[in-house]
């Protein structure tokens, strides 16, 4: 498995799941090696079936999407590729090129899991690495069948791949484990919860238009580039800017909150999300990415547009005023988190890469894939 960043080093949602998805497997019996970028060379095991290999490689503006990570991350691959059964890249840019390159060089069949909507949008990613890794892949994966939708209705993909092969695109959301929280009732809840970086993509400005003329406190749990903006223009706001915390005291607050609020112009599919509706706390959030295969509009929460603090202040008025509609929601959140638990998602993504999967030569099966 190749990954941006293996936590805690600093890293999003993405590298999050990659690290649960490989202590998951390896719990299972699979022999799991991930390869991660560091600002330091180093190697350890985190326990008998997973070994981690950070790799240190130039964090250089532009180059660091694929040269940089290219020149630093193969050697290392080559140095376990007669041991490789399948190699997953989380990312078309940064993993996804360095998986290419392996696929050709050391005949390693090659799963590419697309992460963000930067990936098959703009630019570089649009134009160049996703539909190169999707042509070559033995697997291509989406979080959501919303991203696979975009991606079959763009004219671009259709006429240089073709409809069957966008339509071999396989969906795998993400895993979210069971969360405890403390047991308040709907009513006793007080708060609006943000959670998630402090970047211009999130949208945050919107937020602090909704939270005018609302009497309701307000948290923001993250870190990142904005934040000593975002100081500024919510200084008008009940504010508490909570920094980084420990997941049980981000799940503490999921407990507290009487909403989730992300008001964001990107996304793929939000790990904070799945924890917040696993939590019983309903969510409003922008119709971007795969969202709207999260959230049931007026059922788990609510969908707005982006860029719309109207909206927005609309639907968090109805949840601040209508006790009897958030308990409905919130356990309407619990329920639909059922199909996002980590046993369906494992058994999904186990099924997909055993039929990709080749130990050197013949068809792999699950006993083959988990070595002692």
């Known amino acids: 498995m190749i990954i941006r960043g293996y936590p805690p080093e600093k890293v999003g949602g993405a590298e999050h799941q990659a690290k649960k998805l490989a202590l998951k497997l390896s719990r299972e019996g699979y022999k799991v090696t991930v390869f991660s970028g560091s600002r330091i060379n180093s190697r350890r095991d985190e326990n008998s079936y997973l070994r981690v290999i950070k790799i240190k490689y130039g964090d250089i503006e532009l180059l660091r999407i694929f040269l940089t990570p290219l020149i630093a991350f193969l050697p290392r691959v080559r140095e376990f590729a007669p041991r490789l059964d399948v190699l997953v890249c989380y990312q078309a840019t940064f993993a996804g090129v360095v998986g290419l390159f392996s696929k050709f060089l050391y005949k390693i069949p090659l799963v590419t899991w697309l992460r963000a909507e930067s990936e098959y949008k703009f630019l570089l990613g649009r134009y160049f690495f996703t539909p190169l890794l999707l042509r070559c892949s033995d697997l291509f994966i989406v979080q959501s069948q919303e991203i696979k939708n975009q991606i079959i209705r763009s004219a671009f993909y259709r006429r240089i791949l073709g409809r069957r092969r966008l339509a071999e695109i396989l969906v795998i959301p993400n895993g979210v484990d069971p969360i405890e929280t403390p047991a308040i009732p709907y009513s006793e809840r007080a708060g609006v919860l943000y959670v998630g970086r402090l970047h211009k993509v999130k949208g945050l400005p919107y937020l602090v238009q909704a939270m005018e003329g609302l009497d309701e406190k307000l948290w923001i749990i993250g870190r990142g580039p904005e934040e000593e903006r975002l100081f500024r223009i919510f200084e008008n706001i009940r504010v508490e800017f909570l920094g980084e915390l420990p997941q049980k005291e981000l799940f503490a607050y999921m407990g507290r909150a009487r909403l989730l609020v992300l008001p ?100 792999a099966s699950a006993g083959d894939l988990k070595r002692p």
């Open 264 to 363: 964001s112009l990107s996304e793929s599919l939000p790990n904070v999300i799945l924890e917040a509706m696993s939590a019983g706390l309903p969510v409003i959030a922008t119709r971007v990415g795969g969202v709207p295969s999260l959230i049931a509009h007026g059922r788990t929460g609510f969908l707005v547009e982006p860029r719309d603090p109207e909206q927005l202040k609309k639907h968090m008025k109805i949840l601040l005023t209508d006790h009897s509609l958030g308990e409905a929601m919130s356990r309407a959140c619990r329920q639909e988190m059922e199909k996002y638990s980590w046993t369906v998602i494992l058994k999904k993504f186990e099924d997909a890469i055993i039929k990709i999967a080749r130990c050197r030569g013949r068809q």
